[in-house]
């Protein structure tokens, strides 16, 4: 894969510039289920999580506002441009709600738009990842896509093969990153990895206890994956600093989760 100058520099902010991995923590839950606790403080949080190790925060504009790491070089930037609410009658439908020119007068490393497949309004959602796309391309702006089978034409959202076609559909449309559901186990989601074109990263998803995370990091590498994107496994841990170390010694050093929990001096509940 080649990229321009501009992109490449941009790219290299948020991932790790030795490993080409990734640790991305999402930020964006504000829209979609409102104040939650973990991102209240945005600055608290952001800079918990950049002492832990992280690559980039990902949010929207009052991620970026009202956090002191605006300016500061030592962790990418990621500005999501969809969102809906859970209050609405379709929240599967996320909807443009920023641009790449805001993001780059915001001084962003990449952006990301979210879309699901398989529901009545996927169709305006390919239209505008296909739109997005040709922008990044014209300014040299990375594009995470995060996408996911979701909808009432969907009956398993973690299937490997509805995983895997979404995944190439995220690729397909221009995409520099995507990601999506981890399929449950390490030879299926080698299927995602080996159909996809783009490096792929994994979501986090329901709420899960701290060795599940670490399985889940350390299986998603095995995999042939690039990274994770956790939010609310991290930011509402009882030890963000310490988990966000923990899975970056697992990424980008290939460490063991025993050894990953021993030198990040993680706590795992019960012990």
Known sequence: ??????????????????????????????????????????????????????????????????????????????????????????????????SVINAIKLGMDAVSVHINIGNEDDSQMLEDLGEIAQECREWSMPLLAMMYPRGDNITDEYSVENVRKVARIGAELGADIVKTNYTGSIDSFKEVVEGCPVPVIIAGGTERNLMELLQLTKDCIEAGGVGVSFGRNIFQSRDPIALTRAISLIIHHNYSISDAISEAQLKIEGK
Do not use: C, W
């Not at 991995?21 to 409102?34: L, S």
């Not at 002492?51 to 930037?77: Q, V, W």
């Open 1 to 98: 894969m080649t990229f321009d100058i501009g992109k490449k520099i941009r790219l290299n902010r948020i991932l790790n510039n030795k490993t080409k991995r990734m640790i991305v923590i999402p930020m964006d839950h504000g829209i979609t289920v409102g104040p939650m606790q973990g991102i209240n403080n945005y600055h608290k949080i952001v800079e918990m999580v950049a002492k832990g190790g992280a690559n980039a925060i990902l949010g929207h504009t009052a991620l970026f506002l009202h956090s002191n790491y605006t300016g500061n070089r030592e962790i990418g930037r990621i500005l999501h441009l969809s969102a809906s609410s859970d209050l609405s009658p379709n929240e599967n439908y996320k909807v443009i709600v920023n």
